[in-house]
């Protein structure tokens, strides 16, 4: 069995601190979410519990499978491209026609559950994952909602949208302007060139959101800040006696950043020779479709011709290739910034006060 992909986001809350990996076993790949502490099992438990109600929610769409064992939760891995990508696509190419069109069909989606809309009424729920919630007192808001429905987790398989990841379902009232906001924002974080194609401000209003935005970016933030990445009580004074957690924070690291800067590096070299590959196959294709109508524009429910597709592969490809070059030169910085750090180099003088070796 082979890991292909690793993602550490053991900087949240220990409730929520996880490792998700994608593995390969005998040509078939899985996803696994680990919790790095104890107290994050509730979680994936909560995850399991979420699946079944997405699909009460978004009929429309199909929620990745998964199961609980007795290292964590195992996904299926769905084959296929995400929305994400298409949103890449659609600024690489300077369309901003069909962004447009892409966040439109985000926001339908999102809008698409049952029974639509109730006017908002706080909860105790909600104030403890956005904090104060009196603002959109009345607001149109979903009974429930998955707030994990970014364009990064949507993958588009054999014409159905699927929902991959679904860490945030929230089981109580969320105002609808609050959801689609956060669905929205996240891909101009991940791709920065968006904003000169659509600006956030104006793309949000095309999809039909009408409260401040600093409003809404003040939920957003706590739910990351406070809810997510929050300090627990527990944390930081018990290091300094703990001999395990001083050779964890001394080593581990610094370890982990060498292992994925070398695994990047790895993969970014198999990603050149695929981009080689398809590029060379791409040549072929515009001479085989050369009198083609290449116009083009996307739809859930409709495939793309064959050169498209050539081409949405090899954009797809070459942006992989560049995030994957930024995460190696990363964890190649931080490996090189921890081991020559004080921090690093006074924890190693602490190990060998306490007799570690």
Same mark, same amino acid.
Request: hydrophobic content about 35%; aromatic content about 12%.
């Given at each position: &069995? =082979?890991?292909?992909?690793?993602?550490?986001?053991?900087?949240?809350?220990?409730?929520?601190? &996880?490792?998700?990996?994608?593995?390969?076993?005998?040509? =078939?790949?899985?996803?696994?979410?680990?919790?790095?502490?104890?107290?994050? /099992?509730?979680?994936?438990?909560?995850?399991?519990?979420?699946?079944?109600?997405?699909?009460?929610?978004?009929?429309?769409?199909?929620?990745?499978?998964? =199961?609980?064992?007795?290292? @964590?939760?195992?996904?299926?891995?769905?084959? @296929?491209?995400?929305? #994400?990508?298409?949103?890449?696509?659609?600024?690489?190419?300077?369309?901003?026609?069909?962004?447009?069109?892409?966040?439109?069909?985000?926001?339908?989606?999102?809008?698409?559950?049952? @029974?639509?809309?109730?006017?908002?009424?706080?909860?105790?729920?909600?104030?403890?994952?956005?904090?104060?919630?009196?603002?959109?007192?009345?607001?149109?808001?979903?009974?429930?909602?998955?707030?994990? *429905?970014?364009?990064?987790? $949507?993958? %588009?398989?054999?014409?159905?949208?699927?929902?991959?990841?679904?860490?945030?379902?929230?089981?109580?009232?969320?105002?609808?302007?609050?959801?689609?906001?956060?669905?929205?924002?996240?891909?101009?974080?991940? $791709?920065?060139?968006?904003?000169?194609? %659509?600006?956030?401000?104006?793309?949000?209003? %095309?999809?039909?959101?009408?409260?401040?935005?600093?409003?809404?970016? !003040?939920?957003?933030?706590?739910?990351?800040?406070?809810?997510?990445?929050?300090?627990?009580?527990?944390? @930081?004074?018990?290091?300094?006696?703990?001999? =395990?957690? $001083?050779?964890?924070?001394?080593?581990?690291?610094?370890?982990?950043?060498?292992?994925?800067?070398? #695994?990047?590096?790895?993969?970014?070299?198999?990603? /050149?020779?695929? $981009?080689?590959?398809?590029?060379?196959?791409?040549? #072929?294709? /515009?001479?085989?479709? *050369?009198?083609?109508?290449?116009?083009?524009?996307? !739809?859930?429910?409709?495939? !793309?011709?064959?050169?498209?597709?050539?081409?949405?592969?090899?954009?797809?490809?070459?942006?992989?290739? !560049?995030?994957?070059?930024?995460?190696?030169?990363?964890?190649?910085?931080?490996?090189?910034?921890?081991?020559?750090?004080?921090?690093?180099?006074? &924890?190693?003088?602490?190990?060998?006060?306490?007799?570690?070796?």
């Amino acid at each position: &069995m =082979k890991k292909l992909i690793m993602k550490c986001a053991d900087e949240r809350r220990r409730a929520f601190a &996880m490792i998700t990996s994608v593995w390969e076993d005998d040509g =078939k790949r899985f996803v696994e979410k680990c919790a790095v502490h104890k107290e994050g /099992r509730r979680h994936l438990e909560n995850m399991i519990r979420y699946q079944t109600l997405l699909d009460e929610i978004y009929p429309g769409v199909r929620a990745c499978p998964a =199961k609980l064992t007795e290292n @964590g939760l195992v996904f299926d891995f769905i084959e @296929g491209s995400s929305l #994400e990508d298409r949103y890449r696509l659609a600024a690489s190419e300077g369309d901003r026609d069909a962004l447009v069109l892409y966040m439109k069909s985000h926001a339908e989606l999102l809008d698409s559950v049952p @029974g639509g809309t109730v006017p908002f009424e706080e909860t105790d729920s909600f104030r403890e994952w956005f904090g104060d919630g009196r603002v959109y007192a009345g607001k149109p808001a979903y009974r429930a909602a998955n707030f994990d *429905a970014t364009a990064s987790n $949507i993958i %588009l398989q054999d014409g159905e949208p699927v929902f991959i990841d679904y860490e945030w379902v929230t089981e109580f009232p969320v105002p609808r302007n609050l959801v689609v906001y956060h669905a929205i924002r996240d891909s101009y974080y991940h $791709i920065p060139e968006l904003e000169s194609l %659509l600006p956030l401000a104006e793309a949000i209003a %095309l999809a039909g959101v009408e409260t401040e935005q600093e409003i809404l970016q !003040r939920s957003y933030e706590h739910f990351f800040f406070s809810y997510v990445y929050g300090s627990d009580s527990d944390a @930081g004074l018990s290091v300094l006696t703990d001999r =395990k957690k $001083i050779d964890y924070l001394a080593n581990e690291r610094t370890l982990l950043a060498e292992r994925m800067w070398r #695994e990047n590096e790895r993969a970014v070299l198999v990603q /050149r020779s695929e $981009i080689d590959r398809l590029t060379k196959e791409l040549e #072929e294709a /515009r001479k085989k479709y *050369a009198d083609l109508d290449q116009s083009w524009f996307w !739809r859930w429910d409709e495939t !793309r011709d064959a050169l498209q597709k050539f081409r949405e592969e090899n954009a797809a490809l070459r942006e992989s290739l !560049r995030l994957m070059e930024q995460d190696r030169d990363t964890w190649k910085s931080n490996f090189e910034t921890v081991t020559n750090s004080r921090s690093y180099k006074d &924890m190693m003088k602490l190990k060998g006060i306490l007799g570690r070796k």
